[in-house]
């Protein structure tokens, strides 16, 4: 009697196994097309979102690397600046100890009385000429300060 009930549930289940199979296979040739077709679509989708993706992060980048020369050149700029405001504060006290030089030659000579009339000249000439030098860096100078 066990066997007939075995037999029969084996018939049975093979009998419903036969049938799901051919309840899938009995798609229509359609329908896999169009999914196909839909799955095709959603992959070309996200290939154009990571592509979007990628373009605006190589934007981004783009963008800092800019930023980042920006910031390099600044920097340059502001070294030069200061370079240069050194340099004329230097020639302006260079110029004021040449004036002062030969101002202490000049009282020198006259108080010693060595000096000729026109070896006076001369150097108050030098000094008038040192002064105006001096007189147009300081305005340089001003003017860099004020790009500062």
Do not use: C, H, W
Not at 20 to 39: L, R, W
Not at 41 to 47: N, R, S
Not at 68 to 86: G, P, W
Not at 103 to 122: C, H, Y
């Amino acid at each position: 009697m066990k066997n007939i009930i075995y037999t029969i549930a084996t018939l049975l289940l093979f009998s419903f196994m036969g049938y799901a199979q051919e309840v899938e296979s009995a798609k229509n040739p359609v329908e896999v097309a169009k999914e196909e077709q839909e799955k095709q679509e959603k992959e070309l989708k996200e290939a154009k979102k990571k592509q979007k993706e990628i373009e605006k992060n190589e934007k981004e980048l783009k963008k800092a690397e800019k930023a980042q020369k920006k910031a390099e050149k600044e920097a340059k700029k502001s070294a030069k600046l200061a370079k240069s405001i050194a340099s004329k504060r230097k020639a302006i006290d260079k110029g004021e100890a040449k004036i002062l030089k030969l101002q202490n030659k000049l009282s020198k000579g006259k108080s010693k009385g060595k000096l000729s009339p026109v070896d006076e000249m001369e150097l108050n000439n030098k000094i008038n000429k040192l002064k105006l030098d001096i007189v147009k860096e300081k305005e340089k100078l001003a003017k860099l300060e004020r790009r500062q």
